[in-house]
């Protein structure tokens, strides 16, 4: 356990952090599984209009530093590059 008055607020700032962070990364999850979903039953028009707020939420997750940019841009073009195959 932290001693220090710093090491202290040190862990508190991981954990709000570590909360941040989650939050963002299960939000682009639920986000790619449910395009994922659409594609699977074909409901590519539906799919095609979530790939917005998709791409908004991996550049979000990029800028703040929850995941690297070549991440991000990987699981765009993949989710992207799945759309338009299925289309």
């Known amino acids: 356990m932290a001693i220090t008055k710093s090491a202290k607020k040190a862990l508190r700032q991981s954990l709000r952090r570590k909360t941040k962070n989650l ?3 299960n939000k682009v999850k639920n986000l790619l599984k449910e395009v ?3 594609v699977s039953q074909k409901k590519t028009e539906e799919a095609k209009k979530i790939l917005s707020k998709v791409y908004k939420a991996l550049d979000k997750a990029a800028k703040t530093g929850v995941i690297k940019k070549n991440t991000a841009d990987r699981k765009k073009s993949r989710i992207a590059k799945l759309v338009v195959k299925s289309h």
């Open 23 to 25: 939050i963002i990364k």
């Open 36 to 38: 994922k979903k659409l």
